[in-house]
Every structure is written in C-alpha cells, then in structure tokens.
C-alpha cells in the first residue's frame, strides 16, 4: 500500500516490460501500480494492492494494469480523496476487475479528468468486478466511447457518476 498525505504528485508507471496483448497490435507495457493486484493465472493469486491520496492535484500515468485494478483473483484499489486530477491509462485500469477479481478507482472531489481506451473505468471483465466511484460536480471521461460499464462473460461494472457530471469532453 501507498499513502501519501498531501502535495500534488506525479505518479508515472510503464516503459519496461512489454505486454503482449495490448490493443489493435499496439505495444504497450506493463504497469502493475497505482492500486494493483496481479496475480498468476492459475496458480497464484493476485492478493492486494492499494493507493491512498488524501491531497493535492494529482496525475496518474501508466499504460496497463493499474490505477485501480485487479488481475486474478485480487484486489486493487485507488483511493483519491481531494484534488483536481487526472487519470491516463491505455487498457485494465481505472477500476477494472479481471478475471475473477475486483478493481476499484475512488475520486470523492475535484474538477478530474480520465482517460483509457480499453477494458476500465468501471469494467468488469470474465467473471470480475470493476468500480469508477467518482463525487465530484465536474468530471470528464474520455473518449466517450471507451469500454466502461461493458459487461463480458458474465462480469460486474459499477459506474457511479456525480449529479451535474459531464460526460464528452
């Protein structure tokens, strides 16, 4: 787990490990941080991992896996509780859960920007469960097509949006 108390922060992820499944043939890295849990399909579980930031105007980059998210049989979670942030990802993050685990992403204020392309924001994805809890009035997702909410072989997504949110950039 990560805590950090205050400041506004850069949290940066990526860059070594390639992934393999990255979208339309795109290479794209793996992450695991910023509230991941990974684990090991099929022998190993993926346990917790969290993220808790309690101030400041915040970014959180990365490319897969991250910002909130699970892979078998895990549990991650980001937790930001004050700020105006921003949240890029490309693909399995911004609470996704995959594969039999459970993703959370957490914003409770502040005028917050997020971004990703594949399965996130609120996606719950073969038999996982994926959580965007987001409270503040002024909240952007982008593109306004991204896969959030989808549903796959029989999963689970939440996506809770503030009363006065926007949704198109």
Not at 50 to 69: E, I, K, P, R, T
Request: charge should be negative.
């Amino acid at each position: 787990a990560l805590l950090d108390a205050q400041g506004s922060d850069h949290y940066f992820a990526g860059g070594k490990y390639k992934e393999l499944l990255g979208l339309a043939g795109e290479i794209r890295y793996q992450s695991m941080s910023q509230g991941c849990a990974y684990g090991l399909r099929p022998d190993l579980s993926g346990g917790m991992g969290f993220l808790f930031d309690f101030d400041g105007d915040d970014s959180y980059n990365l490319d897969m896996y991250g910002q909130g998210a699970s892979y078998w049989w895990g549990l991650g979670a980001l937790v930001d509780f004050k700020g105006n942030d921003r949240y890029i990802a490309q693909q399995y993050a911004q609470g996704a859960g995959i594969h039999m685990s459970l993703g959370c992403l957490v914003d409770s204020s502040g005028n917050d920007f997020y971004y990703s392309k594949g399965v996130s924001q609120g996606c719950g994805h073969d038999l996982g469960a994926g959580m965007l809890l987001t409270f503040p009035a002024m909240t952007t997702t982008w593109p306004p097509t991204a896969r959030r909410r989808m549903v796959p072989q029989t999963a689970l997504a939440f996506w809770w949006p503030a009363p006065g949110m926007t949704d198109i950039m």
